[in-house]
């Protein structure tokens, strides 16, 4: 008996059914996904009034789409419509958190404090830490060469599974849930990315300063798909402040954010408490 079929076993029989009473494939199945569900609330230190909600939540569309599923079916059974909804929920519980927490800091670093913690890699993290990464449903392609699950996919899922809680047991649940993580994990993150995040804090000098948003264009795009080099440019008011380059965008960005920092640095340009880069 290998371990998916004990597990099974060890369901049924929790449910009150012996091995040689149950259908092998159906019931071994849906042992398996009780099975799969009890160790996702555990884990999750949430008690699901309705299981389906988390299990829906688990069920990344490339384990429909592996299958055959139509376009209607995926819609209906993959977590992406309670990935929306949680994308919404972090957004709000996060920012209400920020604003409570840290009462005498401008509308700028909150910003950049939020960007932090909502980002793929963040929810990726917490994800991991809840050890969902074993536990959703998703096809064999979606792992990458050293067998993990890309950060997109365990942040959607992360999500997902925010927007279950919050349809099975309220706000109030949700709210619970997610605070949890950002009173233990909130301070370490922002201190990281605020060494690192350069966008952020351009963002944060330019609000202060400007009251305005920088904005990023590409220039250059160079190189074959598979070896792709960016070039952009960070401007403000029309003002080209920095040049970066970088294997995608986002990388590209961050170099032109820090270009820019070091020119404003340059001319004496800081915050109101005097940092600059």
């Known amino acids: 008996m290998n371990t998916d079929e004990a597990l099974a076993v060890a369901a049924l029989e929790a449910a009150g059914v012996s091995a040689d009473q149950a259908d092998d494939p159906p019931d071994l199945a849906a042992a398996l996904d009780a099975e799969r569900l009890t160790r996702a609330m555990t884990a999750l230190g949430v008690t699901f009034r309705r299981p389906a909600l988390l299990h829906l939540a688990l069920v990344h569309r490339s384990h429909l789409n592996e299958r055959g599923a139509d376009m209607q079916r995926t819609i209906i059974e993959s977590n992406e419509r309670l990935e929306f909804l949680g994308d919404a929920l972090l957004g709000f519980i996060v920012a209400e958190y920020l604003y409570r927490r840290y009462p005498r800091e401008p509308e700028g670093r909150l910003t950049a404090f939020r960007a932090s913690l909502v980002r793929t890699e963040t929810l990726a993290e917490w994800a ?91 220039v250059q795009a160079t190189g074959p798909a598979h070896e792709r080099n960016f070039v952009v440019e960070a401007v403000v008011h029309g003002r080209v402040l920095g040049i970066g380059a970088g294997a995608n965008k986002r990388a590209a960005q961050q170099e032109a954010a820090r270009d820019a920092l070091e020119r404003l640095a340059r001319e004496g340009v800081g915050t109101s408490d005097g940092r600059t880069v």
């Not at 067998?147 to 992360?158: D, M, N, Q, Y």
């Not at 804090?201 to 590409?218: F, N």
């Open 128 to 218: 991991r830490g809840f050890g969902l990464d074993e536990l959703i449903y998703h096809a064999r392609g979606e792992l990458g060469p050293d067998g993990e699950l890309r950060p997109r996919i365990l942040a959607g899922v992360f999500e997902a599974v925010l927007g279950a809680i919050y349809l099975d047991q309220g706000m109030r649940a949700a709210r619970r849930f997610l605070r949890g993580l950002l009173v233990a994990d909130a301070e370490r993150i922002i201190g990281i990315s605020q060494q690192t995040n350069y966008k952020g804090r351009l963002q944060e000098l330019i609000q202060e300063r400007l009251r305005s948003t920088p904005s990023y264009r590409t």
